[in-house]
């Protein structure tokens, strides 16, 4: 999905509204395993320009794509969730960040 598609899974509508902020933690390393690996490629490759650089993201897209379908394929469940942080009441927000710390 593209960043406006996932705002909109996430039903995200205000442009304030941060996607990184209303994502789980396999959310998040995905997305972080798609620019780390675009950044990786387009380093190795010194791309230069816009070509360049739109190959190698779609290469490190793919990169993190295979990796969340293969995940996908043996947990049984999908990474990406509707769930986004400001449909939650804050109680509930605060407890899940206690737990984690």
Same mark, same amino acid.
Request: hydrophobic content about 35%; charged content about 35%.
């Given at each position: 999905?593209?960043?406006a598609?996932?705002?909109?899974?996430? %039903?995200?509508?205000?442009?304030?509204? &941060?996607?990184?902020?209303?994502?789980?933690d396999?959310?998040?390393?995905?997305?972080?395993?798609?620019?780390?690996?675009?950044?990786?490629?387009?380093r &190795?490759?010194?791309?230069?320009?816009?070509?360049? &650089?739109?190959? #190698?993201?779609?290469e490190?897209? %793919?990169? #993190?794509? /295979? #990796?969340?379908?293969?995940?996908?394929?043996? %947990?049984?469940? /999908?990474?990406? %969730?509707?769930? &986004?942080y400001?449909?939650?009441?804050?109680?509930v927000?605060?407890? /899940?960040?206690?737990?984690k710390?």
């Amino acid at each position: 999905m593209t960043p406006a598609e996932y705002k909109a899974f996430k %039903s995200l509508d205000r442009p304030a509204d &941060n996607l990184r902020d209303h994502m789980n933690d396999l959310e998040l390393i995905f997305t972080m395993l798609g620019e780390a690996s675009t950044t990786e490629i387009a380093r &190795n490759k010194d791309a230069q320009g816009y070509v360049e &650089n739109r190959s #190698a993201a779609l290469e490190g897209g %793919s990169v #993190a794509g /295979r #990796a969340r379908c293969d995940l996908e394929k043996k %947990s049984g469940k /999908r990474i990406t %969730s509707k769930e &986004n942080y400001k449909l939650l009441p804050e109680a509930v927000v605060r407890k /899940r960040v206690e737990k984690k710390a």
